[in-house]
């Protein structure tokens, strides 16, 4: 058990932090699949691409995911929704 108060401290933070990044990211992965389901029935796609860019740049913003892997994660989105076109 630790013994200062910066430590218990920055304990309690980072399981906050981490429960909310992972909140984030599971949120961010169910958009993609959404994406992924929605262009495989032709419906929606335009709405569902939208919601997940969103959520993959409020992580990005954040710093949950890395910017380059953002942007690699939206490209990668849209040229299978372009595909499927």
């Known amino acids: 058990?630790?013994?200062h108060k910066s430590v218990i401290k920055r304990e309690r933070q980072s399981k906050k932090r981490n429960i909310r990044n992972t909140a984030a990211k599971s949120r961010m992965k169910t958009l993609i699949k959404n994406v992924h389901t929605a262009t495989a029935a032709k419906e929606g796609v335009e709405i569902s691409l939208a919601e997940a860019i969103s959520a993959i740049d409020k992580a990005a913003n954040k710093?949950?995911?890395?910017?380059?892997?953002?942007?690699?994660?939206?490209?990668?989105?849209?040229l299978s929704v372009n595909v499927e076109k």
């Open 1 to 3: 058990m630790q013994v």
């Open 63 to 78: 710093g949950i995911i890395h910017k380059n892997a953002a942007n690699r994660k939206k490209s990668r989105l849209c």
